[in-house]
């Protein structure tokens, strides 16, 4: 991915056009300097290594797009600019998140679940709605799942399990809760496979992982005096991986009842 030769600036510089792809296309370099409080020869910098000549061309394909996503969506014509800014921002999230699947770890993460005897899920907080629906669908496809939201439960269960024939689900949005990130550690020590499902590719869990669904979630929040944050990328990520674990089983299957 070219992304991953961006230096750390420019890294921040690029999720920020991401995140205000609406408003880039009246906004000069000059004043994207002062809003992101960068340089422009960053900016420049940033968008010779993502492929664009300069700032000028990148400004003109986000001008194109907002264009088609006008055209394309009617809704955008008609409302105002914050409402607008919620309806890309949750396009930016959905669009990213799909861009950034890696096809290798899905098939990796589809033969460990399913040869695997023992399945456990740990979330925390809202990601708990989120392995709700993952328990219910193991299940209608004859998994031994267990779901754990419990911090206590999961420090300790995560000392105990053990064996290649068992895999952890990890749910975290950010990464870095605690006893999370220590059931992981636990988890490693035991050898045991662990999947996580997160947006943070730097958060403390992910050195303890063995396999990343790796969403793309926007900084902006709607709720800023609570600590509620979409976990839109995580559903995104969830849903493919169950949708394609299906196929894939139930492909299998009706392979093996034809040779029988």
């Known amino acids: 991915m070219l992304s991953e030769s961006l230096s750390t600036s420019e890294k921040y510089l690029w999720q920020y056009v991401q995140e205000h792809a609406s408003d880039i296309v009246d906004t000069s370099i000059v004043e994207l300097s002062e809003r992101a409080n960068v340089s422009t020869a960053t900016i420049v910098r940033t968008m ?32 105002n600019h914050e409402i607008r800014a919620a309806i890309l ?51 209608l496809l004859g998994k031994d799942v267990q779901l754990h939201d419990d911090p206590n439960i999961i420090k300790t269960l995560s000392k105990q399990i053990n064996g290649s024939d068992t895999v952890v689900l990890f749910l975290t ?13 636990s988890l490693s020590k035991n050898e045991v496979t662990t999947i996580t499902f997160t947006c943070n590719s730097t958060s ?13 979630k926007s900084a902006e929040s709607y709720f ?26 139930q492909g299998h299957q009706n392979l093996t009842n034809k040779k029988a």
Do not use: C, W
């Open 224 to 249: 800023p005096k609570y600590e509620i944050r979409s976990r839109l990328p995580l559903q995104i990520l969830t849903r493919i991986f169950l949708d394609a674990f299906a196929i894939r089983i």
């Open 173 to 185: 949005l950010n990464g870095n809760t605690p006893e999370l990130v220590k059931a992981a550690q």
């Open 48 to 79: 010779k290594k993502m492929g664009y000549s300069g700032y000028t061309p990148f400004r003109q394909e986000a001008i194109r797009k907002l264009t088609d996503k006008t055209q394309d969506f009617k809704i955008l014509k008609e409302t």
């Open 89 to 139: 921002k949750n396009q930016y999230e959905v669009d990213n998140t799909i861009s950034n699947l890696n096809i290798g770890v899905m098939e990796d993460a589809i033969q460990k679940v399913n040869n695997a005897k023992h399945v456990y899920i740990f979330a925390r907080g809202l990601s708990n709605l989120i392995g709700e629906d993952i328990l219910l669908k193991f299940e």
């Open 204 to 216: 403390d869990i992910i050195p303890y992982s063995d396999l990343i669904f790796l969403g793309v």
